[in-house]
């Protein structure tokens, strides 16, 4: 049982990383905007590049682990 209920917080495709990509950056740009307005001038700005751009690696590092899992799998079944 919860190995089944485990499987379901496994991303398994890019579609599906892609997917959660595209939500960090929904919540990213969300709480950059929430820094500009709480601290106006560079500051705010500075952090709005640091939420964002911690998006990018995370989505680097996710599209990456993909591409070494599939080619994992692929060496096994040889």
Do not use: F, M, N, V
């Given at each position: 049982m919860f190995r089944k209920?485990?499987?379901l917080f496994v991303i398994k495709t890019s579609w599906e990383a892609y997917?959660?990509?595209y939500a960090l950056a929904l919540?990213?740009?969300a709480r950059g905007a929430a820094y500009i307005q709480e601290y106006p001038g560079w500051g705010g700005y500075a952090l709005f590049l640091a939420c964002t751009g911690a998006v990018f690696l995370a989505g680097a590092k996710i599209l990456?682990?993909?591409k070494y899992?599939?080619?994992e799998r692929e060496a096994k079944a040889k």
């Open positions: 209920l485990g499987r997917l959660i990509i919540g990213a740009t990456d682990c993909l899992e599939k080619a």
